[in-house]
């Protein structure tokens, strides 16, 4: 039996080993492009087919309530195998465009086992200190989504198809620990029947609106800036003629540095309120949007990377605790479907955000590009603390 202080641990580890299916794409996506000899376009069908695919996976497996009717655990463990074996059938045969898509996608829909299910495992195991498990859990996802910038600078030691193998692997090997070693927890409820109607039944509840309209406003922010943190330093440089950013690896620091704000949010809902933490965080990334333009024309290239560290602190901070406040705010019974239908929605709302600023670069100065985020934080504030 293992230890209740070993649960977290493990979770972490797998949650890390698992998401490395996500992201290994875009280590990768360069290599197919040259090794099947595709059209440059495809890089942003092949990113955005995965992410398709987990929200499609998500707001099914919401709607079938699978991870409150069956054991969350082996529900992990089947998404984790069929997803590493979806991920390493790219370097098998020779793929077109469309078979490389439907992998990605396929890939993507079982990441739907995956990371709200983690989530929904540790809420299963803690009910008290929630925000700091979570903290944690979502801090690994944070290292996996920078790890990328760094192997950008070594792939070139690597065949392309080892870094397949070797994710996939690290999956299977997360989902058997996961299965083994952390079994069902005892706050766990399982949902008696299947019941379609708890997918909006949830955001009757007032609390949980407000929980799940928070993170709302928060993903409209964060995804987006994690994917142009690279045009933000670009743009710095376009300013600033005598600076040389080496972009990949302060795009790295930027979004790695927010694994740490996770972990400090999720200690700091221990003395305070998650909502309250959540609250601050959300104000804070919403400020550096808004304070954006200004630090542009900052000829002080470790005070622009300062902001940018701290900007990508607190825009992750507040992750976990949306999670928790999701978690809290409905019966035991339906938490993994609660879970899993904000992610489902909250990830559909970063690809709005993406696209306008994808669109917006063309048109707005770079300086004012990310003052649109700060939509995201306001509403998300709004919902916190509306009253009706």
């Not at 979770?11 to 299916?21: D, E």
């Not at 992201?23 to 995965?50: E, R």
């Not at 910038?149 to 692997?169: A, D, I, Q, R």
């Amino acid at each position: 039996m293992t230890s209740k202080k070993a649960v977290l641990p493990i979770i972490v580890l797998s949650q890390f080993f698992c998401t490395s299916l996500w992201f290994v794409g875009n280590a990768i996506i360069s290599d197919l492009v040259i090794s099947f000899n595709l059209n440059p376009l495809a890089l942003g069908y092949l990113t955005s087919a995965l992410q398709f695919g987990f929200i499609i996976g998500t707001f099914i497996f919401a709607i079938l309530t699978i991870a409150d009717r069956y054991s969350a655990s082996k529900v992990f463990f089947v998404s984790a195998v069929v997803a590493a074996f979806f991920n390493v059938l790219i370097a098998f045969g020779s793929h077109t465009l469309l078979s490389l898509i439907v992998l990605r996608f396929l890939t993507g829909f079982f990441l739907a086992g995956i990371y709200p299910v983690g989530m929904k495992i540790a809420s299963d195991y803690f009910e008290k200190g929630l925000g700091k498990s979570l903290g944690f859990l979502v801090g690994a996802l944070v290292l996996g989504t920078a790890f990328p910038h760094v192997l950008k600078g070594f792939t070139g030691l690597f065949f392309w198809e080892h870094m397949l193998y070797v994710t996939s692997g690290l999956a299977v090997l997360g989902g058997v620990l996961v299965v083994l070693l952390v079994p069902d927890g005892p706050y766990k409820k399982t949902l008696p029947k299947f019941d379609v109607s708890i997918c909006y039944k949830v955001f009757k509840l007032k609390t949980f609106r407000s929980a799940a309209f928070g993170y709302f406003g928060h993903m409209w922010e964060l995804y987006a800036f994690w994917a142009f943190v690279p045009v933000f330093l670009k743009a710095y440089s376009s300013y600033h003629s005598l600076v040389d950013f080496n972009i990949p690896l302060y795009s790295f620091y930027s979004i790695a540095i927010g694994s740490l704000g996770c972990v400090i949010s999720g200690y700091l809902s221990q003395r305070f309120s998650s909502k309250k933490v959540a609250a601050t965080a959300l104000a804070l990334s919403g400020l550096c949007c808004l304070v954006s333009p200004l630090f542009f024309m900052i000829n002080s290239e470790i005070t622009f990377l300062l902001f940018l560290m701290f900007w990508g602190m607190v825009v992750i901070a507040d992750s976990p605790l949306f999670s928790t406040l999701v978690a809290q705010n409905v019966d035991a019974a339906s938490k993994g479907t609660a879970l899993t239908i904000v992610n489902s929605i909250g990830f559909a709302i970063t690809i709005i955000s993406i696209q306008l600023l994808n669109y917006l670069q063309t048109e707005v100065e770079a300086k004012y590009l990310f003052l649109v985020l700060a939509i995201g934080p306001v509403l998300g504030l709004y919902a916190l603390y509306n009253k009706s």
